[in-house]
């Protein structure tokens, strides 16, 4: 592709590459930063002394931009050119150019913290401010001082501000590619619409009747809303008269897309036909899309939001930032001049819209990165005081500690523990890392694995759309043996020991409504777990799933046990007059179970004392989802941990004015009152 722009530059770059440990490269999206920069550093001979590594903040990209790069090249994908995802590696010894997500990437610094089979490393995406990426910058900071003269780090960006991430490295060197946009014209809607996804699919229509040819990207904000407006789209396309204009197709586009959909989207549209693209943000900047003339920005996005004084995460759909909205509209340039229409007043822009997106480190959970970083065991470094681009606010951080001290991650005094080690190697969130490991001493580790696995694939376990399909799950399949009432993790692996015990029956799936995409990959994920347990754990294990043997209650009771310890952060208590709960270890608040979930109560009618959770999310109201009944006994140990509590020694003596973290509410504990009082031993 050498007539893309950053080709023009690649003299510049390799000077300055050459000169510098670090570099900044700001480049318009599409001019070739994350298929050019590796190919670039490739031919003049970067990968002789190590391999390229180029970090992406998606999934779908790293695969997608590998996929890209391997056929310019002429390899076969995996060879010289390779991908690395979570539980899906896909290079060999001769890989010189890896493209992986930047999650892998601080995986990898476990095993290698120097990360010494890499010559350069390139953080691509950065304006993306993913969580991981933003913590890979502060450590890039430490690992070109260990390894000045043979480590280069890039750091490229569409919309970064560049001064920034420069003054962050020294004053470091900042290239500007300029990409060649081709005027946009923007027409902005007089008011916000009722419903935007009608008003989008008018816009696309309009322009379909009305527009000379060009491709339409339309910016929805989840999966959901794309699958309406899909078939709103085609509905339409098909109700106008045949001959009346060109032919249209229609494409999704989003991260959970299966591959073979996902290259429809790169490949070349038949003669005569208009495509239009209904997108989430990754094609703000993540995925290029060539053709696109026309852009239909419905001014939101969904975002993922965590409260660190409650524990709980909301998925809101919220307004752009001024950033995003210009990347949307830039996307209508890339061709020949082009339009976007936006769906709200330009009054919104200016005055509602941020600046810019706020980082992901700043609005998540950040206990897996805060055990990460402790077990890589930086003298310079102390948590509270790492040097990030945009610090964490200190309650997230104390809240991290806390979450981390109830698994027993770390100890009292803030220092990881043996088992936080291990923890740490998992490529897991802590929690399951903790009930993988609890699960071994309980003899019920493949069971665990089997629950591990599930869940991390849950979103492409059920078939259909998914509106439908979480109200579904209760039903399938509907001859579990008993057991399932336990929650939802019982029910998960009741479901995959069933197919288990029909060697693994593609049919089986498709009765079930079940994806088989999604259970393959579950099979090959559990496998994968039980490697990487079997080479971190020095005591022999059983991970067998045995076939034609059921589980028992004992077994189930076993797997409670080990989620007990696992979830000890996301506790819940049940309320007697609400048959509600309430959450235990943070700002206390009545939550509900999640309706999807297949709990059930007893004779009585009674939910049971004592639950986990695996998510709480605030939707409607706060739901738990997938909950598991556990036994007070287990509970104990971590309502003691949690009123011994001390987040100053937590923290390393940190002062900050002292905060409680386990902040009772008074109404709600008189009303609990007839619960039986913890004692305060525990055997
Ligand atoms: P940047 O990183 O600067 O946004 P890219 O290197 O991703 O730019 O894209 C450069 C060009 O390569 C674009 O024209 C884009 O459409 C094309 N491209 C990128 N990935 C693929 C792919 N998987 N298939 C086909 N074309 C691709």
Known sequence: MENLPIRQFEDKIVETVDKNPVAVIIGETGSGKSTQLSQILHKRGYTKSGAIAVTQPRRVAAVSVARRVAQELGVQLGEEVGYAIRFEDRTSEKTCIKYLTDGVLLRESLSDPELNQYSVIILDE?????????????????????????????????????????????????????????????????????????????????????????????????????????????????????????????????????????VRVFSRPPPNCRRLIVATNIAETSLTVDGVVYVIDSGYVKQRQYNPSTGMYSLDVVQISKVQANQRAGRAGRTRAGKCYRLYPSIVYHDDFLDATIPEIQRSSLAGSVLYLKSLDLPDIDILSFDFLDPPSSESLQDALKQLYLIDAIDEDGSITSLGRTMAELPLEPSLSRTLLEANECGCLSQALTVAAMLSAETTLISGRSKISEKKRKHIPSNL???????????????????????????????????????????????????????????????????????????????????????????????????????????????????????????????????????????????????????MPWVMPITRKL?????????????????????????????????????????
């Open 126 to 262: 950065a304006h993306e401010r993913s969580l991981n990426t933003d913590i890979l910058v502060g450590l890039m900071k430490r690992l070109v001082k260990l390894r000045a003269s043979n480590l280069k780090v890039l750091i490229t960006s569409a919309t970064l501000d560049g001064e920034k991430v420069s003054r962050f490295f020294s004053n470091c060197p900042i290239l500007n590619v300029p990409g060649k946009l081709f005027p946009v014209e923007i027409l902005h809607s007089s008011e916000r619409p009722k419903n935007y996804i009608d008003a989008s699919l008018k816009a696309a229509v309009d322009i379909h009747v009305k527009e000379p040819e060009g491709d339409v990207l339309i910016f929805m904000t989840g999966q959901d809303d794309i699958e309406k407006l899909v078939m709103k789209l085609e509905e339409r396309i098909q109700s106008l008269e045949e001959g009346s204009c060109m032919d249209a197709i229609v494409l999704p586009l989003h991260g959970s897309l299966p591959p073979e959909l996902q």
């Open 643 to 683: 009123e011994k509590l001390n987040v100053e020694k937590l923290s390393g003596g940190f002062s900050e004015p002292e905060k409680s973290v386990h902040v009772e509410n008074s109404d709600l504990r008189k009303e609990n009152s007839s619960l039986p009082k913890l004692p305060d031993d525990h055997d």
């Open 481 to 631: 043996p008993d057991g399932s009432g336990w929650g939802d993790h019982i029910q998960l692996l009741q479901i995959y020991e069933q197919w288990h015990r029909t060697d693994y029956n593609v049919d089986w799936c498709k009765d079930n409504n079940l994806q088989v995409r999604g259970m393959m990959f579950v099979k090959d994920v559990r496998k994968q777990l039980s490697q990487i347990m079997q080479k971190s754990a020095k005591e022999s294990l059983d991970v067998r799933t045995r076939k034609g043997r059921r589980e028992s209650q004992q077994d189930y009771k076993n797997l409670r046990k080990a989620l007990c310890a696992g979830y000890a952060n996301q506790l819940a208590e049940r309320m007697i007059r609400h048959n509600g709960y309430r959450t235990i270890g943070f700002k206390s608040q009545l939550v509900q179970v999640h309706p999807s979930s297949v709990l059930r109560t007893d004779e009585e009618g009674m939910l049971p004392n004592y639950v986990v959770y695996h998510e709480l999310i605030a939707t409607t109201r706060p739901f738990m989802r997938n909950v598991c009944a556990v036994e």
